[in-house]
């Protein structure tokens, strides 16, 4: 029997021959017989009780809709939303801009790194009488005065940040500091939170239902589901797309680790393909390579897999592109080869929300996409984050799996799967709403700023700012990421800007060497250059949408100081 990825309509097929070794809780098995097809399994999405619901568009072309909502005919496109005309207006828009002078007299009160931070430091934005060399001169005299804050949160589990943070410490020793991030809150954010406290309607309600509705409406989706982080959105989609044990996710090594954890949650195995260096989003055409040849078993597919997985018995259930840096992704053709192989594309859009390649936005162009509301992204809601799905039984499947697996709608209480608790809260999806209410304004604020630090920086030798993206894509700023020059020792960089009182982090390091993948799955340097060398060269500098232009000036002054004294040329 010949079975192919997209053969997954039967039972269970599973085979694993008696003399097979379970390592890792994968079977393995002899090659040989895999690749005759007698280990494979062609569907066991179809056996397990959180499966999806019978009518995914990914079993059936035929029940994707087009642009009017008919079934698809021979050939033609699946619905997808045109980006509106601007999603970036100028960075002289009175609705952005009006209020920055009044904002950069208040005090504001931040944490010192969006909420994470052991210890919270007061943040003074002058706008008069402090220029650039005077808050220098004041940091460095503060040297020694106020102690030191130690980095790093949750999201920065990079080695070097590691070793920095416990074994050489960034001292922030100034009266203050500016974050890496700080979310931009204002009246009505307060609000319309408060609104909700006041209803005493705190777990996931009406709020969490209109957040979903305008940005299901925003972006032309048929279903956004809200749910407790950009994590338990991966996790959702992966199970909707069928993944279990040692199934294949291609995706890219370049990246916050939670993209590839969520492969793991369902005992995947990840499959990286390297990056393409410019955008440092996954490269379009080994994708596409390395979607054949796993698909389609190549002579060769065992080994794109890591070492220590070589003989899983899994077959290839997805493709999990990130849009990076608020970078898309160009996965137009590798939608176009995974539709023909008949696997599902899930899109990490965390980072990039707003952002549109050729007039499609990120998050648009797959079965489901993964939003991310953490407090550093474009738009925040504390914790949170939302699938998007054009899919009726894949949006189905994860209102039940938020909810511990209950049955839609079921008054008795009755649970037809293992499921979680992923539901987002009240206060969060308030404050989600009331942020996307203005999400243009916002992502107009970070384009301001860092269209101010590439104005500075791309004037200083071994400093490259992230570029714009190739024709036909538009990025939303994340972090402001700069590339170093491999001359320049980044380390030093950082300690020499924490003492000005600057948080940098050094993202991302490539997942594939974080220590737990290199352990389990054999992973070494060299496996993926081009993500490995943006492991070592990328550097995140401060980015709100309310830093001031002193701030970025004095960050941009420090950078220039610190490249110049720590570079080895
Ligand atoms: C690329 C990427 N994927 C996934 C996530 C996970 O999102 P969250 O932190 O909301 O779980 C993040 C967030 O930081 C991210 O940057």
Redesign the pocket.
């Known amino acids: 029997m010949s079975l192919s990825a997209n053969g997954r309509a039967g039972r269970d097929m599973r085979e694993v021959s008696d003399d097979a070794v379970v390592i890792d809780g994968c079977p393995r098995v002899d090659d040989d017989a895999a690749s005759g097809g007698h280990t494979r399994r062609n569907d066991r999405a179809s056996a397990d009780d959180r499966s999806l619901p019978n009518d995914c568009a990914w079993r059936d072309a035929g029940s994707r809709m087009n642009r009017r909502g008919e079934p698809l005919s021979g050939g033609e496109q699946p619905l997808r939303h045109c980006a509106p005309r601007a999603i970036v207006a100028q960075r002289d828009d009175h609705r952005v801009m009006g209020d920055v002078p009044e904002r950069r007299n208040r005090s504001e009160h931040v944490d010192a790194e969006h909420g994470g931070s052991e210890k919270a430091w007061r943040i003074v934005d002058e706008s008069n009488g402090h220029c650039v060399g005077a808050r220098l001169m004041r940091a460095l005299q503060n040297v020694g005065d106020h102690g030191s804050l130690s980095s790093g949160t949750?999201?920065d589990d990079s080695p070097p940040a590691r070793n920095t943070r416990f074994s050489r410490h960034l001292r922030y020793r100034t009266a203050t500091v500016i974050p890496l991030s700080s979310p931009d809150i204002d009246e009505e954010d307060f609000r319309l939170v408060n609104d909700v406290l006041r209803s005493r309607y705190l777990a996931s309600g009406p709020m969490a239902e209109q957040f979903e509705k305008e940005v299901a409406g925003r972006f032309g989706a048929r279903h956004a589901v809200a749910v407790?982080?950009?994590?338990?959105?991966?996790h959702l989609a992966i199970i909707a797309a069928g993944v279990s044990d040692c199934d294949f996710v291609i995706t890219s090594p370049y990246?916050?680790?939670?993209?590839a954890n969520?492969i793991l949650y369902e005992r995947g195995i990840p499959v990286f393909v390297d990056i393409d260096p410019e955008t440092l989003t996954i490269h379009p055409q080994k994708t596409i390579e390395a979607l054949r040849d796993l698909a389609q078993w190549r002579s060769g597919w065992r080994g794109l897999l890591p070492r220590s997985a070589r003989n899983a018995s899994g077959v290839l259930r997805a493709v999990l592109p990130?849009?990076?840096f608020g970078c898309p992704a160009d996965i137009r053709e590798v939608v176009d080869a995974a539709r023909e192989a008949g696997i599902a594309v899930i899109e990490?859009?965390?980072?990039?929300i707003g952002a549109s390649s050729h007039g499609v936005y990120a998050g648009r162009w797959g079965d489901a996409a993964?939003l991310?509301?953490?407090p550093?992204?474009q738009i925040t809601t504390g914790?949170?984050?939302m699938l998007l799905t054009d899919h009726e039984g894949w949006a189905e499947l994860f209102r039940s799996l938020r909810n511990q697996g209950r049955s839609h709608d079921s008054e008795r209480l009755e649970y037809d799967r293992l499921g979680f608790n992923y539901r987002i809260d009240e206060m969060s999806a308030a404050l989600g709403l009331a942020q996307f209410r203005r999400i243009d304004e916002l992502l107009l604020k970070r384009k301001a700023v860092a269209d101010r630090y590439t104005a500075l920086l791309s004037r200083v030798d071994g400093v490259t700012p992230l570029l714009d993206p190739p024709a036909g894509r538009t990025r939303t700023w994340?972090l402001y990421a700069i590339r170093l020059a491999p001359e320049i020792d980044r380390d030093a960089v950082m300690r020499g800007l924490a003492t000005h009182g600057i948080m940098t982090r050094p993202y991302f390091w490539p997942i594939h060497l974080q220590p737990y993948y290199a352990k389990r799955f054999g992973f070494v340097e060299g496996d993926f250059p081009a993500a490995e060398a943006a492991g070592r060269a990328m550097l995140s500098l401060p980015m709100s949408p309310n830093l001031s232009d002193d701030e970025i000036e004095f960050v941009c002054a420090a950078v220039t100081e610190q490249v110049s004294a720590h570079a080895a040329w």
């Open positions: 949750d999201d407790s982080s950009g994590t338990a959105a991966l990246s916050f680790v939670a993209s969520a990130v849009h990076l990490d859009a965390c980072e990039a993964a991310g509301f953490y550093n992204k914790e949170g984050g994340f």
